[in-house]
């Protein structure tokens, strides 16, 4: 069965610490990975990450990819408390009978003032 | 550019009760996708349409749970009757197309529903 598999669940943070969200998947036809923010409403899209080793960077946040590990990070620097939300990751697949995006239970961070 | 809206917010309803939601995705994207999420997990998809035609609805509880999607646009997702473990937020999420240039999903605000 596809699967896509979070680490840490949780995570608790002073502001202006950086940190590292995992993201490990295991699924056939392999097609994208993404990365989702989600707050106390609609996941809003981050990333979508298609190649190995190229990193993708938007501000604070930065996310790479390996295909050859199957696995990918997500990196928030100097983080805010306004990061403070669940961080989805899904991995887009071809065919699939759980549909074509599968998601991870997601990280929830915490950062505190 | 108008994101993705959902309606209700919020609903609590009786079990065996039946419930509607209702989904505009962004203007042009043909392929709408319910998910449902549990709390404590990630979203999972019920049902996915390409324009107004099911694509994928092989996780979708049918004995009580049915979505259509008239003239390609907005959807409804309906459960009669409605069971307690239905408790979850109900997601709608729009894309262009299912193409791997254009599959990348906008999620609207979902509808939490509560089931007692």
């Known amino acids: 069965e596809d699967k896509v598999v979070q680490s840490p669940l949780s995570l608790v943070v002073h502001e202006g610490d950086t940190v590292t969200l995992n993201c490990s998947y295991e699924?056939?036809?392999?097609?994208?990975l993404l990365w989702y923010k989600q707050e106390k409403k609609a996941p809003t899209f981050l990333f979508m990450l298609t190649s190995s080793g190229i990193e993708k960077k938007s501000g604070r946040l930065s996310s790479i990819l390996d295909k050859k590990e199957l696995f990918s990070i997500l990196n928030i620097t100097a983080t805010q408390t306004g990061d403070s939300a669940v961080y989805l990751c899904?991995?887009?697949?071809?065919?699939?009978?759980?549909?074509?995006?599968?998601f991870g239970k997601g990280t929830k961070l915490s950062v505190k003032p | 550019e108008a994101g993705v809206a959902q309606s209700p917010r919020y609903k609590i309803i009786e079990k065996r009760q039946s419930v509607a939601f209702w989904c505009n995705p962004i203007s042009g994207h043909a392929t709408l996708y319910w998910y449902q999420q549990i709390l404590g997990q990630g979203p999972k998809l019920l049902i996915q349409f390409q324009n107004n035609g099911v694509v994928d609805d092989s996780q979708l509880p049918k004995d009580r749970f049915s979505a259509e999607r008239l003239k390609g646009v907005d959807s409804t997702l309906k459960i009669q009757p409605a069971k307690l473990e239905d408790s979850a937020v109900y997601l709608c999420?729009?894309?262009?197309?299912?193409?791997?240039?254009?599959?990348?999903?906008?999620f609207g605000p979902g509808t939490r529903l509560l089931v007692l």
């Open positions: 899904a991995v887009a697949i071809y065919g699939g009978s759980q549909g074509n995006l599968i």
């Open positions: 999420a729009s894309s262009l197309e299912p193409s791997p240039t254009r599959e990348t999903q906008y």
């Open positions: 699924v056939t036809n392999f097609r994208s």
